[in-house]
């Protein structure tokens, strides 16, 4: 089972891109959606997630106050705003969802249950 993602593309600094992350419905048992990214020769980093259920949300610090997630229930679908992009946002974006229940920001990256196919971003100086 894979999560769709989309909306990657090429942007300067200073430009916005919105990603999109769409949840198969028969395998909808989703506690929390969150977004990760993976540059070159780098490990894959927390970016931002939200709790399904009440829409909570949470951003790791470099990204806070430029990037918002945020989610539509009808439609299964979590965005991740980014706006103000920098050369350093530059990476492969991708989705994850968590079912367990049992979710902080510091869950590791292999204990997700379902993945996005990632959407590479890149910001141009």
């Known amino acids: 089972v894979q999560l769709q993602a989309s909306g990657g593309g090429l942007v300067q600094t200073g430009g916005s891109l919105r990603l999109s992350c769409t949840v198969p419905?028969?395998?909808?048992?989703?506690?929390?959606m969150a977004w990760f990214r993976q540059a070159p020769g780098k490990e894959r980093e927390f970016v931002a997630a939200?709790?399904?259920?009440?829409?909570?949300?949470y951003y790791a610090d470099s990204v806070k106050g430029r990037f918002t997630i945020s989610r539509d229930n009808a439609k299964n679908t979590v965005y991740l705003q980014m706006n103000s992009l920098k050369p350093e946002d530059t990476a492969n974006y991708y989705c994850?969802?968590?079912?367990?229940?049992?979710?902080?920001?510091?869950?590791?990256?292999?204990?997700?249950?379902?993945w996005g196919q990632g959407t590479l971003v890149t910001v141009s100086s």
């Open positions: 994850a969802s968590d079912g367990s229940g049992r979710w902080d920001r510091t869950k590791p990256p292999s204990e997700y249950d379902y």
């Open positions: 419905r028969r395998t909808f048992n989703t506690y929390a």
């Open positions: 939200v709790i399904w259920r009440d829409g909570r949300t």
